[in-house]
């Protein structure tokens, strides 16, 4: 195992480390899982999506599923993204001022019926800033109305930015007990520097955000919030032309008068090259250590994006060599588990797994083992494998309104062709162990590393000292 950087809350201290004994995984019956049945066939049916630009420069996708009770509404600006640095926070400043604001005008007291109860949603990320709401299909065309009115207008009053910056207070707060975001934030902070959204809470720091005035929330929607980089998505029971109306009656009149600008970081592509590499144990109160082994990936649309979907599935399929350790390691059926996370800031690819603190030793060992083990071309049945899994969740998160809507918004805010859903099925099936063996010599090399782990300090600090330099973060 390769030196490592160990987060330590005071001086970073060397320690020598060990090699990890050689670890071997063989397709027989006694190291390995026999894979889930090979699904055949196409595997992903999309409902019949179209799309029209309105006159001002916004994109409208829609999509009927006439047996649907609800209809899901979601609008997104790719401009208005959290870009980290001082401001940090600002875009979800803005985007939780304008959802008090909205709030307040589908109060029965305020503006009619209320028609959106506690499922109005806003938010901002890296990748654009998001409004999303379920409705009953008969008030789908008020609730649209004024979501136009307030985008359009940023009709921000002082209450509701007053509101907001003690709801990002609270959502902190929240923050603070969440782990498993602490581990991200710090993995992608040695990754990608400190300056990259990964790295940074998206809701900026207490200090930061009592500087940001009133009036720079208001300049953030007038400059930031644009038709031309704005998309909004209907999924319901109602004929695809009537959300197509109703999109251009509420939002067609948005005409800006003041200039767009775009953000710094919509440019930004995947990060490479040779990364740092850590380990960060964060002392928690579990019985069980959670470690979570993080690598730079693809961003989101990147050719190789795919290919790192594809990985994950591989790393997660039962047949892999991280699930043989688990059921080695251990009958209680800890959760193995791994993902892509990316954006147009880049991407990581990140496992999960809980481990008894005495095996914590060989869990370390077996990440590593199966990073390496990446590089070997897997067989056909595996890739196979890979993209049944891969596909089905496409496929079950396709099947819901809410899900199909998040797709399309994510789509758009990503610069990716609404095309790009179509041929995906295609696309999935063209990827080969070849290109998997690619991507993983490509990206996945244990020296560009983070493996974070959380639990108690007592019972891991030992174990972690034998693999190079540590800093804790107490929680």
């Not at 009115?149 to 907001?164: K, T």
């Not at 993995?187 to 940074?200: S, V």
């Not at 991280?322 to 990316?342: E, N």
Request: aromatic share 6%.
């Amino acid at each position: 195992m390769s030196p490592r950087h160990l987060f330590a809350l005071a001086s970073l201290v060397s320690l020598g480390c060990a090699p990890p004994p050689e670890l071997t995984f063989t397709p027989d019956g006694s190291s390995w899982a026999k894979p889930p049945p090979v699904l055949s066939g196409p595997r992903l049916t999309l409902p019949r999506i179209e799309q029209t630009t309105l006159g001002n420069g916004l994109t409208v996708y829609a999509s009927s599923r006439p047996s649907s009770s609800l209809t899901r509404v979601i609008f997104a600006d790719r401009a208005a993204i959290d870009e980290g640095g001082p401001q940090a926070g600002l875009a979800v400043l803005t985007s939780t001022a304008l959802e008090y604001n909205f709030r307040s005008a589908s109060d029965p007291h305020v503006h009619g019926p209320a028609v959106l109860g506690h499922s109005f949603r806003g938010g901002a990320d890296a990748d654009g800033t998001f409004f999303s709401y379920t409705v009953a299909p008969e008030s789908t065309r008020e609730a649209c109305a004024t979501l136009g009115r307030f985008v359009a207008s940023g009709a921000l009053e002082d209450w509701a930015i007053g509101q907001a910056r003690s709801m990002l207070d609270e959502h902190r707060d929240d923050e603070r007990g969440d782990n498993f975001t602490l581990i991200d934030r710090l993995a992608a902070r040695e990754l990608f520097g400190p300056t990259n959204p990964f790295a940074e809470s998206r809701f900026g720091t207490k200090e930061g955000i009592e500087k940001i005035t009133d009036d720079e929330v208001r300049r953030f929607h007038d400059v930031r919030y644009h038709p031309t980089q704005s998309v909004l998505v209907l999924v319901g029971p109602a004929p695809i032309a009537d959300y197509f109306a109703i999109a251009k009656e509420s939002f067609e009149s948005w005409r800006p008068t003041t200039k767009l600008e775009a953000p710094a970081t919509a440019a930004w592509a995947a990060m490479e090259g040779t990364l740092r590499s850590a380990i960060v144990g964060l002392a928690a109160q579990r019985a069980s250590a959670t470690v979570t082994a993080v690598l730079p990936a693809s961003a989101r649309g990147a050719p190789d994006s795919l290919a790192c979907e594809l990985t994950a599935s591989l790393l997660e399929a039962s047949d892999s060599p991280l699930l043989v350790h688990q059921r080695r390691a251990t009958d209680s059926g800890y959760y193995t588990g791994a993902k892509c996370q990316s954006s147009r800031a880049g991407g990581m690819l990140e496992l999960e797994l809980d481990t008894a603190p005495e095996q914590l030793a060989t869990t370390l060992e077996a990440i590593e083992a199966a990073v390496v083990h990446s590089h070997t071309p897997a067989s056909a049945e595996q890739v196979e494998t890979a993209r049944a899994l891969y596909l089905g969740d496409v496929a079950r998160i396709t099947a819901t309104n809410s899900g199909l809507a998040s797709v399309l918004a994510a789509q758009f805010c990503a610069g990716l062709p609404l095309s790009d859903l179509s041929t995906l099925e295609a696309r999935i099936q063209a990827i080969t162990a070849t290109d998997l063996t690619r991507f993983a010599q490509r990206y996945l090399d244990p020296a560009n590393m983070v493996i974070a782990v959380q639990g108690k300090r007592p019972e891991l600090e030992a174990t972690l000292a034998r693999f190079g330099k540590t800093r804790w973060e107490d929680q």
